[in-house]
């Protein structure tokens, strides 16, 4: 075994760091030739998982390999065979990550390879291809592509919810529009823990056959309903409080306050407006967590031209679309923020 006692941690840590597009694409190719799923009922040699991937079994073997490096899998005899965090990549898993993983490596890596230029010109992705982050959107629909982001959506809202069930007091609340919310993972888990509230999902009509499919298969069918509609035209009346998740940090400030100031319309002076968001803080920190938050803003600059904001940030956007922040908690990887008609 080679000794690495003398090397400096930092130049390994960085180097580390720079590498760190190839994790990406070992997990990417793992997660889709579905080796995870290849591996939920047992041990198998790379002999077995080439004849059910139809991979090239030398290179399938170099790849596990790296999956073992990664803590994803353990190799005993000609044997592979998944761990815990291994298994969060299988489709089967509860809160599987193979959408994310798929989205990242199918999507993401190719846009910020463009990174340099979205910093020297302060133009997003879309801009610099001449499109709007509407257009992006639309786009995304009319190709496969948007299957791909809509279930990592599904993923990521998937592991979010619990802690956005926990965090919030949700019990005052008799009726519920999710906008913007896809195939309504966030607003089935609140009315799993609500069973007398009534709920709602605002979004395209592509999320149509989704969002009704994960209310039959979650029971939700008869409490909740799917509307056809953009949060850019109107928001439905009728509810106690709206609830946005990821929705805000899509857009710059100009498109972000004429979706709040829509949901504004749509609520009487007592109702609640709930955002489901990262909260940038004043002064990040070398900490995973403002890691996180600083990448997400990174990618929504290269997305449709968002950005994580700042307490103050979301204060200032809230009062220009007709709200007053009222309190905000912390919801393990996101936070609840609560926003009073002002």
Same mark, same amino acid.
């Given at each position: ?30 997660? =889709? ?53 291994? =298994? ?255």
């Amino acid at each position: 075994m080679a000794n690495h006692e003398s090397a400096d941690p930092s130049l390994t840590a960085l180097l580390d760091m720079i590498a760190g597009h190839r994790l990406t694409a070992v997990i990417y190719v793992a997660a =889709r030739l579905k080796i995870p799923d290849l591996l939920d009922d047992g041990p198998k040699t790379a002999a077995e998982l080439a004849t059910g991937t139809e991979a090239h079994e030398p290179s399938l073997r170099r790849l596990l390999r790296a999956l073992v490096t990664l803590g994803l899998c353990t190799q005993q005899g000609d044997k592979f065979e998944l761990k815990a965090m291994g =298994r969060l990549l299988s489709g089967n898993a509860r809160q599987s990550l193979r959408p994310w993983a798929l989205f990242e490596g199918q999507l993401l890596v190719q846009s910020w390879a463009s990174l340099l230029e979205s910093i020297r010109t302060g133009k997003t992705a879309a801009e610099l291809s001449g499109l709007t982050g509407d257009e992006v959107f639309e786009q995304m629909a009319k190709s496969g592509i948007a299957d791909v982001f809509n279930r990592a959506m599904v993923a990521f809202t998937r592991i979010v919810a619990p802690a956005v069930v926990t965090a919030y007091d949700f019990s005052g609340i008799s009726r519920l529009i999710d906008v913007g919310g896809g195939h309504g993972e966030l607003v089935c888990a609140i009315l799993s823990a609500h069973p007398s509230m009534r709920g709602a999902i605002l979004d395209l009509p592509q999320c149509a056959e989704g969002a009704r499919r994960h209310l039959a298969e979650t029971g939700m069918g008869a409490r909740c309903e799917f509307i056809a509609g953009s949060f850019f035209d109107s928001v439905p009346p009728g509810a106690d409080a709206l609830i946005m998740k990821s929705i805000i940090h899509d857009w710059d400030d100009a498109r972000s306050v004429k979706i709040l100031t829509n949901c504004r319309r749509a609520l009487t002076t007592t109702g609640k407006l709930l955002l489901v968001e990262r909260v940038m803080p004043d002064a990040p920190e070398a900490d995973a967590e403002d890691r996180a938050t600083a990448l997400s803003d990174l990618n929504m600059l290269r997305g449709p031209g968002g950005c994580e904001r700042t307490e103050g940030q979301f204060r200032s956007l809230l009062g220009q679309g007709g709200f007053r922040m009222a309190r905000v908690f912390s919801a393990g990887l996101m936070n609840v923020i609560e926003a009073a008609c002002a």
